[in-house]
């Protein structure tokens, strides 16, 4: 009773893994650890056929050996071969090889020699399935050369269905990434008969203030030094590295972000470098961190000053040495990821003051981009204004309004604090405020903002007494921070990042801020506009 309680539980955790990675070598590899203290003889082979079954492909563990081209490659299977395949179909779907080469159906164990199964040893064989249709081998190596255990042939089986699951998973997703690459075709070919096959041509500016940023992208796109952008808060930074990972060789990989201001402290490693189950109060199931994610293509660091000094001595192990381990184990993960980091702060005078690793500051830095503010690209503002309101009138169900010459000439005098950001939101704005008929340009950037500053400056009204003639009343801290906080918003028209915004008057993060105004009950919307001033 104890055995098979121990075989029941086995087989759960085995269908957990299966459920939990689609392809099929992290899946078996996860099914094979957890086989090993139980079985250690046990060592699991998965083959897998094409669609018309002339192939058998190993797909786990697939390596190549010099000396012998058939290990790790495909093995083609003739007529003769499918038929002896579809002839053990139809019979139990395990087959035991022994030493001696004796075998349950010597033919398929023969092909299954020519894929690189020893002739010699012992293993056991089941066919996958999708369906009714084979889809794959599963192979199990044992120790024993002479005879087979019970226990072995009942794990053999019972690993059929999970893997078959973990196969027909593998090959959905090959399917849908063999209907993706033709989509980005059929998509290159559609903009290379508009001539507009290249990746800048989505973005606004590579003309004109994005010139010099665009000619140093394509210097360092192609090669595998880290990328360090500098620039405000809002100036397109993680358009940037979108782009150099699309014109990197790493364009087929992922592309993922990872804001680390926005990740409390405590849970920095967990989500950089993922966890194994147990490992903290709420872990319930292993998961894996950002970089194990971005694997083979490009991470975005955004925001890489914010990250805490013990989290930075870890980064810089990956950056080194592409290595890691997950919080709360033991086993060492290599990753290939290129990273793009990217800041508002300046991390030269944070190293100067300890608050930056100097030598994760070198790390990083390879090739350094400043991106430049939108005050110094004032050329882009009519093209980046129409792009915005053509999107405002999509997201809105709006009919399209553009800029007039008054309105552009409103935005070009404007010095625009919250850079790209901060256009974006106000053409939205002023979609909403002209209700499709026009664009409310100049009641979206605020034409109440000095009254509602001579409202902030005017003196307390009359009729609340003299500090003598009431007795004093001290404010509690959450109502002082409170009115702190709307005063800052207020003087700011609700503007909380970049420059002149409440975080910069504050001197606080404005992710901090912005925790403390949802823990407050602050609404910062209602200091963007004067509501009594709509059309």
């Given at each position: 009773?104890?055995?098979?309680?121990?075989?029941?539980?086995?087989?759960?955790?085995?269908?957990?893994?299966?459920?939990?990675?689609?392809?099929?070598?992290?899946?078996?590899?996860?099914?094979?650890?957890?086989?090993?203290?139980?079985?250690?003889?046990?060592?699991?082979?998965?083959?897998?056929?094409?669609?018309?079954?002339?192939?058998?492909?190993?797909?786990?563990?697939?390596?190549?050996?010099?000396?012998?081209?058939?290990?790790?490659?495909?093995?083609?299977?003739?007529?003769?071969?499918?038929?002896?395949?579809?002839?053990?179909?139809?019979?139990?779907?395990?087959?035991?090889?022994?030493?001696?080469?004796?075998?349950?159906?010597?033919?398929?164990?023969?092909?299954?020699?020519?894929?690189?199964?020893?002739?010699?040893?012992?293993?056991?064989?089941?066919?996958?399935?999708?369906?009714?249709?084979?889809?794959?081998?599963?192979?199990?190596?044992?120790?024993?050369?002479?005879?087979?255990?019970?226990?072995?042939?009942?794990?053999?089986?019972?690993?059929?269905?999970?893997?078959?699951?973990?196969?027909?998973?593998?090959?959905?997703?090959?399917?849908?990434?063999?209907?993706?690459?033709?989509?980005?075709?059929?998509?290159?070919?559609?903009?290379?008969?508009?001539?507009?096959?290249?990746?800048?041509?989505?973005?606004?500016?590579?003309?004109?203030?994005?010139?010099?940023?665009?000619?140093?992208?394509?210097?360092?796109?192609?090669?595998?030094?880290?990328?360090?952008?500098?620039?405000?808060?809002?100036?397109?930074?993680?358009?940037?590295?979108?782009?150099?990972?699309?014109?990197?060789?790493?364009?087929?990989?992922?592309?993922?972000?990872?804001?680390?201001?926005?990740?409390?402290?405590?849970l920095i490693d967990a989500e950089l470098f993922g966890h194994e189950k147990g490992s903290f109060t709420g872990a319930t199931a292993s998961r894996r961190g950002w970089f194990e994610r971005a694997d083979g293509g490009t991470l975005l660091l955004d925001e890489v000053g914010e990250l805490p000094r013990p989290a930075q001595v870890r980064l810089l192990r990956v950056l080194q040495e592409g290595s890691f381990e997950r919080v709360g184990g033991e086993k060492t993960f290599h990753v290939d990821v290129r990273v793009v980091a990217a800041t508002h702060r300046d991390l030269a005078a944070m190293v100067q003051n300890g608050l930056f690793r100097e030598d994760l500051w070198y790390r990083i830095s390879g090739f350094p981009l400043v991106l430049p503010p939108l005050r110094e690209r004032k050329q882009d503002i009519p093209e980046l204004a129409r792009h915005f309101a053509r999107r405002a009138a999509r997201i809105f169900g709006l009919m399209p309004q553009f800029p007039s010459a008054d309105d552009l000439?409103?935005?070009?005098?404007?010095?625009?604090?919250?850079?790209?950001?901060?256009?974006?939101?106000?053409?939205?704005?002023?979609?909403?405020?002209?209700?499709?008929?026009?664009?409310?340009?100049?009641?979206?950037?605020?034409?109440?903002?000095?009254?509602?500053?001579?409202?902030?400056?005017?003196?307390?009204?009359?009729?609340?007494?003299?500090?003598?003639?009431?007795?004093?009343?001290?404010?509690?801290?959450?109502?002082?921070?409170?009115?702190?906080?709307?005063?800052?918003?207020?003087?700011?028209?609700?503007?909380?990042?970049?420059?002149?915004?409440?975080?910069?008057?504050?001197?606080?993060?404005?992710?901090?801020?912005?925790?403390?105004?949802?823990?407050?009950?602050?609404?910062?919307?209602?200091?963007?506009?004067?509501?009594?001033?709509?059309?």
């Open positions: 009773m104890m055995v098979m309680q121990k075989i029941y539980e086995l087989m759960s955790s085995v269908w957990q893994e299966v459920s939990r990675h689609v392809g099929i070598a992290e899946a078996v590899e996860q099914v094979e650890s957890l086989l090993t203290p139980e079985f250690p003889s046990l060592r699991l082979q998965v083959f897998r056929f094409d669609e018309q079954r002339s192939l058998l492909e190993r797909v786990y563990p697939f390596r190549h050996d010099a000396k012998d081209p058939s290990i790790g490659s495909t093995v083609a299977l003739s007529k003769a071969d499918r038929e002896e395949l579809d002839s053990w179909v139809q019979t139990p779907r395990l087959m035991f090889h022994s030493a001696g080469g004796n075998a349950g159906h010597p033919s398929v164990a023969s092909i299954l020699v020519r894929a690189g199964m020893p002739e010699t040893s012992a293993w056991i064989a089941g066919v996958l399935m999708d369906g009714a249709k084979p889809a794959g081998m599963l192979m199990l190596g044992v120790a024993s050369d002479t005879e087979f255990s019970t226990r072995q042939g009942d794990i053999a089986e019972r690993l059929l269905d999970p893997l078959s699951v973990a196969l027909k998973n593998d090959w959905r997703i090959h399917e849908l990434e063999i209907l993706r690459n033709a989509a980005e075709s059929e998509k290159l070919a559609a903009l290379r008969r508009l001539g507009r096959d290249r990746p800048t041509d989505d973005i606004i500016g590579v003309h004109g203030g994005l010139r010099p940023v665009i000619e140093r992208i394509q210097m360092v796109a192609r090669t595998e030094i880290p990328v360090l952008l500098l620039g405000e808060t809002g100036t397109g930074k993680e358009v940037i590295a979108r782009l150099i990972h699309q014109q990197s060789p790493r364009v087929r990989g992922p592309f993922l972000r990872v804001n680390s201001g926005a990740i409390p402290s405590e000439a409103v935005l070009m005098n404007y010095d625009w604090p919250g850079n790209i950001r901060e256009l974006a939101s106000v053409i939205d704005r002023a979609a909403i405020l002209g209700e499709g008929r026009k664009l409310a340009i100049s009641n979206s950037l605020g034409a109440v903002a000095a009254t509602v500053r001579g409202a902030v400056a005017a003196p307390p009204p009359s009729g609340r007494g003299d500090a003598e003639s009431q007795p004093a009343r001290v404010d509690s801290l959450d109502d002082a921070n409170r009115k702190h906080i709307r005063l800052a918003l207020t003087v700011t028209q609700g503007r909380i990042e970049g420059r002149g915004g409440a975080a910069q008057l504050l001197d606080i993060n404005p992710h901090t801020l912005r925790a403390r105004m949802r823990k407050l009950g602050i609404d910062w919307r209602q200091f963007r506009f004067d509501r009594t001033t709509l059309p």
